[in-house]
C-alpha cells in the first residue's frame, strides 16, 4: 500500500503513526539479529519501515533482500532507499524490478551521499542521473504509479553550500516531478523543524504531500554528538545541560534522553505541522521503544496496530501473496521459512485450501531454513542432553519460559503461552515431546485480547491442536487410543516416511481456526492437510539432524538426538469438538517414556500459571499494554486446559 | 454414482433400499405435477428412480428431458430406460449422449416391446441391434464403464414362447456382456420369485449382480388384475380372496393391497435374496408410500435418507454440479428455477463463492422459470385481491398454510416452517410482505431435525435472514432504521433498478448458512451476494408481473399486482450477529402498511404455534417419522424468534 495512503487513513482519524528506519547490518549474523529485531519491533505498530540504500549499491542485494523478507515473511509495510547518483542505471533498474517483486509500493529516491574519498559531491563517470528529481522522473516513467515516492528534506541545510531555504525550491522540484512525501534529516530543535514547514508550504508544497520529521533516539552521549555534529543539526542548548551531567552513564543518558526527544516529538505533533515520525532505529530497538512508551503512543493508535490482526498469523505483503489467507499450522513458530518453502507458488490460497492447488514446497536448502546460530550457540542454548531426561528437561524448560528457543521454535515463548502452560510442561515431563500446540476456542470475539482476529463484530474458533514429538514404544497405544475417539483425527509419520492416519480418505483440509464476520464468507485461515504435513515433517527431522550435528561426532548427545530424529514419531492431533473442554490431553493418560521421571517442581510450575490465565482471558476488556502485546510470530506453544469461550457459557 | 455401487454400500451396513419407477406423461401439465411429485416423494428417501423410454423412442426427448431434470434440479440419482430393437442407431446416440450430459450414470438396457400392431415381437428395420446383449455391449464399446448397465429379468417368463426358466441363459447372456444389476418383471409370488433367483444363481449369475424384484402396489382393483394379466404374473390365491370382496371400494383395496404387497416385500428381504425393492409407481405416490409404510422403511434405514443432507438445499447430481456446494439463499423456494438458470456455467462453485466466478445467469425465458399453472388455476389459488388488506391476508395465509402457494414459493409452507411463523404472519398482517427467511442457529448438531445437514458430529450455523417486499411509503424509514444497527446488512432494490445497500464494498458475498464437521474445512453452502441478488431481482419482478397478467386487462386486482411490483422495493436483510436473539424483527417496530389492518386471529395462531416450535427443537432426539420428514424443497418461508440452539446455553 502507499505509505501516503496508509498515513492519509490514520490521520483522517486522528491518530497519530510512526516508522522504523533499518540499515544493512554488515554481517550474515547482524542480518539474522536484525531480522529477529524487526519481527519483534512489528509489534510496536510502525506504519512502515525502510531500508537504506547499501552505499554505491555495494550492498544493494542485501538491501533488496531485507526489504524482500520485511514485505514477505513479516508482514511490514516497507519503504526502500534508491540512490542514484553514485549508480548506474542498469542498477537502478534492477533494484527497481526486485522492490517491485517483493510487492514493495514505496521507494525514498535520494541522490545519494558523495563517496568517501571525495570531500564534496559530483556525478559518478557512467551514472545515468544526476539529481533525485532525474531518478523520480525515471521511476514515474517506468513504472506510472505503482510506487509511492519519498524525497529527503533538510529542515537545517543539505550540505555546506546549501542552506534551508535555499534546499527549499529544489524540494519543490522533486515534489513537482512527481515525489510524494518528504522525510526530513535528523533533527532536534522543534522551532526550527516547524518554521522550515512553514516555508515550505509557502513556496507551494501542498499539504497533501506528508513532511515527516527525521527523530534520532539518543543511545549514548558520544554517538549523539557525532551525529548531530555530522548532521549539523542544532542542539538545543537545554539538551546539553540535560545530557552532560550524566554523559559517562549510558543508562542514565538514554533515560534523560528519551524525555527530550519526547517532548521534542509532542511539540511536532501538538503543532499540526506533522501527525507522523520517522525514527532513525540504528538497527536497535531499545531507545526508540523508550521514546514511543515516554509518548504513550500505543499500538492502538497506530494504523498498523498489530493487535488489530487481519488473520491469526503474520499476514504477508510479497507480491501476489496479500490475498493469501490460508496457511497449514505446522509451520507456526517458523513463519519466514514457510514464506521461503513458498515463494515460488504461482497463486496463493485465498478463502480455502483450494482443491486445484497441488502445492510443491520449496526444499529445505534456501535461505532461512535451517537451524539458525552457530553450533557452540546452540550447544550453549539447548545444552549437552545425555539422557532422554536431559532432553525432557529442556523441553520443559522452553514450556516455562526458561529457555529462549527450541530447534523447531524460533523465538521464546510468549508471554500468552506461558500462562497456558501446565498441560505442556506435564506432557513435557513425561518425555511426550511437544512441539506446536493451540486450545480450543469456541467463539470468542473477534477482538478478544489472546484470540482474537479479523474484522470488528465478528467470533473467531479454534480447534483444539497438538503437536507431539513420540516415543515408538507409546505409539501403537496413542494410536490406539487416538482411533477409539470418533471426535480425534491425527496425522503421524516418522522419518522413514511411514504415515498413519485416521482423516476421511476424501476430506481435504481440516480447517484449525476460522471466523465469522459481519458480511463477509466464512474465513478459516489456518489448516491441516497432508500434503503440507508431510513438507512440514521433512523439515522437522532435517532441523532435529541438524540439532544432532551440534554435537561432536561420536559424542553421546549426537547419538541421542540422532536417535530421537531417527526413530520418534511426529504426531498432530486435532480434536474437532471444539466445544469440548478438553479431549486431547486424556489420550495421553498414563503415558511415560521409559526414562524419563517427572519433576513435581515443574507440575507446581504449571498449576501455578494456569490461575494467571484463567484470570487474563476471563476479563475481555483488560487489553494488554504495548510491552505485553502478543507477538503474532512467537512460538504458542500453549494449550489451555479448557476450551476458551468468548462470551457464553458453554 | 453407480446404482450398484450405492446399494453395496447400503446393503454391507443392513440398509435395505428402494427404487421409483416413472413413465414420461402425456400433457405438459402432467410432466409439471409429475416433478412435483418426483420432488415431494424425494423425501421418501429412494435409492435412485428411473424413467421409461418413451415407446419407440417417440416419447424419448421427454424421458432424457426428466432424467436431467431428476439429476440436476432434484438431485434424484437416475436410471435410463433404453431400448434398442424400434430405434435407429443415431437415437441410441443421441439418447446415451443426452443421459451422460444429464449426468446420469446408469442405463436399464431393454430389447423394447414389440410395436403394438403386431403381435410378436421381431427387429424393426433399420434398427442397429436385436437384443439387449448387443446395446449392452455397444454401450460399454462407446462408453466404458461410465454407465452401470441393468437388465430386464423375467421370473415367469418372458413371452409365451420363453417361460421363466428358458429365459436364464438370455440372462446370463446379457449379464456377460457386461450387465451389472438385473430389475425384474413386477411380481406377486414370492415363492416363484425366490426358487427363480436360485435358478439364476446355479447358473452363473454371481451373488454381486444384484437380483432387483419388481414391485407393483395396487391402486385399483381393476388396474391390479389388469396390470397382473399383462405381464403373465401369477397372484396368491389369498390374494383374490382378500381383495375380491372390497373390489368396488378403491381405498379399501389400497388398504388391503399394501398388507398384501408389504407381505411379499418382507418375505423376499427376510429370505435373502434381495436387500432392495424396485416400485413400479405408475407415476403416483399414494400406495408405493403407503407399503413403504408398513414394511416400516424409513429413510433412516435407506442409503439416499433425505433427512441426512449433505446440504442444507438439495444437492445436484447433474454433470459437473457434483461439487458444488455454494447457491444464493434466494433461489430456496425456487430450486429448479436457480438450476435452469446456470445450468450452463462451465463451473460450479466449490466451497466458496470464489473471486473468479463472474456468474452470468442465464435469461427468465428457460423452461421453468414463470409461473406455474393456468391464469385461472392461479385466480383460484391466490384469489382476486383489490386492496392492500386482500394482499396481505393472502400472504398471512399462506403463512399459515392455508394458502398451497405464492407466486414466489412453489411448495407449501413446510410443517416446521409452519410453526415458525408466528413473526411472519405478524409482519405480513401489517401489509410487510414475507418472501423468504431463516432463523439464526447458533450451532446445532449437524444431527438435528430441523437445521442439520452435513457429516456426523459437526456443527452448523446459520445467520437470520429476511427478504421482504417493503411499500416506498416504509422504505426511507427502514433503511434509517438498518443502517444504524451495526450487525445489520442489507440489500434494497426496486424494479427500475435502484441498489441500496450497507455491505461492505470489498466484502464479497456473506456466508448465511455454514458448517464445521471433523476434518473438513469449513463448509458455507449459503450465501448472500450482489449479483445474484440482481439475478433473482429481475426473476422475482418477472413473476410479479406474471401474476398481474392472471387478472384480466383493465381489472382492479391487475393494477393493484403491477403497482406493487413496479414500486415496492425487494430488501433482503442479514443479522450477522447469529448469537443475537431477534435482531431483523425489531427493525419493523411500529411499521404498517397504510390500507392494511392486522387481523388479531393472525396474531393469535401465531403465537399458539410458536409453542410447537419450541418443544420440538428442544428434543433433538425426536426423529421425525417418514411422513413428518422436511421436505428440503418446500418453503422455509419461516423464521423462529429466538436462535436456535444446539445444546447449550446462549
Redesign the interface.
Known amino acids: 500500500m502507499h505509505i501516503t495512503k496508509k498515513l492519509a487513513a490514520a490521520h483522517a482519524e486522528g491518530r497519530p503513526t510512526y516508522s522504523f528506519e533499518y540499515f544493512p547490518p554488515k554481517t550474515a549474523q547482524g542480518v539474522q539479529n536484525l531480522y529477529d529485531r524487526m519481527d519483534r519491533m512489528h509489534s510496536f505498530g510502525p506504519a512502515f519501515i525502510d531500508v537504506t540504500w547499501g552505499a554505491g549499491g555495494r550492498m544493494s542485494h542485501l538491501t533488496t533482500e531485507m526489504v524482500k523478507v520485511a514485505q514477505s515473511a513479516y508482514g511490514l509495510e516497507t519503504c526502500m532507499h534508491l540512490t542514484c547518483t553514485d549508480m548506474e542505471k542498469g542498477k537502478i533498474d534492477g533494484g527497481l524490478k526486485e522492490a517491485y517483486q517483493a510487492g514493495c509500493t514505496n521507494i525514498l529516491a535520494l541522490r545519494g551521499d558523495p563517496p568517501r574519498e571525495k570531500e564534496k559531491w559530483e556525478q559518478t563517470e557512467g551514472t545515468a542521473f544526476r539529481y533525485a528529481r532525474d531518478l523520480i522522473k525515471y521511476i514515474k516513467s517506468t513504472y506510472g504509479n505503482h510506487f509511492d515516492i519519498g524525497v529527503a528534506g533538510y529542515p537545517e541545510g543539505c550540505d555546506e553550500e546549501t542552506d534551508a531555504d535555499a534546499h527549499i525550491p529544489y524540494l519543490k522540484e522533486k515534489i513537482d516531478a512527481g515525489g510524494t512525501f518528504i522525510v526530513t534529516q535528523m533533527s532536534y530543535d522543534a522551532d526550527i523543524f516547524i518554521a522550515w514547514v512553514k516555508k515550505c508550504r509557502d513556496a507551494g508544497i501542498p499539504e497533501s504531500v506528508p513532511i515527516i520529521p527525521g527523530v534520532m533516539p539518543i543511545q549514548t552521549y558520544d554517538s549523539f554528538l557525532r551525529r548531530a555534529n555530522w548532521t549539523q543539526c542544532r542542539i538545543p542548548p537545554d539538551w546539553m545541560k540535560a545530557l552532560e551531567p550524566v554523559k559517562g552513564d549510558d543508562a542514565a543518558v538514554r533515560e534523560v534522553g528519551k524525555g527530550l526527544v519526547a517532548d521534542f516529538c509532542r511539540k511536532l505533533l501538538d503543532s499540526g505541522v506533522t501527525m507522523h515520525l520517522h525514527f532513525y532505529t540504528m538497527n536497535l530497538a531499545a531507545s526508540t521503544q523508550m521514546v514511543l512508551e515516554e509518548l504513550a503512543v500505543t499500538p492502538a493508535t497506530n494504523t498498523h496496530d498489530p493487535s488489530i490482526k487481519p488473520l491469526p498469523w503474520r499476514q504477508s505483503l510479497g507480491l501476489n501473496r496479500r490475498d493469501e489467507n490460508v496457511r497449514p499450522i505446522f509451520w507456526r513458530n517458523r513463519n519466514r521459512s514457510y514464506v521461503a518453502r513458498t515463494q515460488d507458488w504461482d497463486e496463493f490460497p ?6 486445484s492447488r497441488s502445492p510443491a514446497f520449496g526444499g529445505l536448502d534456501a535461505y532461512g531454513i535451517g537451524l539458525k546460530g552457530t553450533n557452540e550457540h546452540n550447544r550453549k542454548l539447548w545444552g549437552e542432553p545425555k539422557s532422554l531426561q536431559d532432553v525432557s528437561e529442556l523441553f520443559v524448560g522452553y514450556m516455562s519460559g526458561k529457555v529462549q528457543t527450541l530447534p523447531w521454535s524460533e523465538a521464546p515463548i510468549s508471554s500468552e503461552a506461558h500462562v497456558l502452560t501446565d498441560d505442556l510442561i506435564n506432557l513435557n515431563s513425561r518425555g511426550l515431546l511437544t512441539i506446536n500446540s493451540q486450545p480450543a476456542v469456541d ?1 470468542a470475539k473477534s477482538n478478544h485480547p489472546v484470540y482474537g482476529w479479523g474484522p470488528r ?1 465478528g ?1 473467531v ?1 479454534q480447534k483444539a491442536y497438538l503437536e507431539v514429538l513420540i516415543s515408538p514404544t507409546l505409539i501403537q497405544t496413542l494410536i490406539q487410543r487416538m482411533d477409539a475417539n ?2 480425534i ?1 491425527y496425522y503421524a509419520v516418522n522419518n522413514s516416511g511411514e504415515l498413519k492416519t485416521n ?2 480418505q476424501d ?5 484449525v481456526t ?1 471466523g ?7 474465513v ?1 485461515p489456518t ?1 491441516v492437510e497432508t500434503i503440507s504435513f508431510l513438507a512440514w515433517r521433512d523439515e522437522f527431522y532435517h532441523l532435529g539432524s541438524e540439532w544432532a550435528k551440534c554435537y561432536d561426532e561420536g559424542s553421546e548427545s549426537r547419538k541421542l538426538i540422532r536417535e530421537i530424529t531417527e526413530s520418534w514419531y511426529l504426531v498432530n492431533i ?1 480434536d ?4 469440548n473442554e478438553r479431549g486431547i490431553y486424556p489420550l495421553f493418560e498414563g503415558l511415560q517414556v521409559e526414562g524419563v521421571e517427572s519433576s513435581p517442581k515443574a507440575a507446581v510450575n504449571g498449576a501455578k500459571e494456569t490461575n494467571g490465565h484463567a484470570h487474563q482471558t476471563k476479563d475481555e476488556n483488560a487489553k494488554p499494554e504495548l510491552n505485553a502485546v502478543p507477538d503474532g510470530n512467537n512460538a504458542v506453544n500453549g494449550a489451555d486446559k479448557t476450551a476458551a469461550n468468548g462470551d ?3
Do not use: C, L, M, S
Open positions: 485465498n478463502g480455502r485450501w483450494g482443491d467463539g463484530n467470533y474458533y470418533p471426535d483425527t482423516a476421511p476430506g481435504g483440509p481440516n480447517a476460522w465469522v464476520f459481519p458480511g463477509k464468507e466464512i478459516q489448516i486435532v474437532n469438538d471444539f466445544r457464553h457459557k458453554n
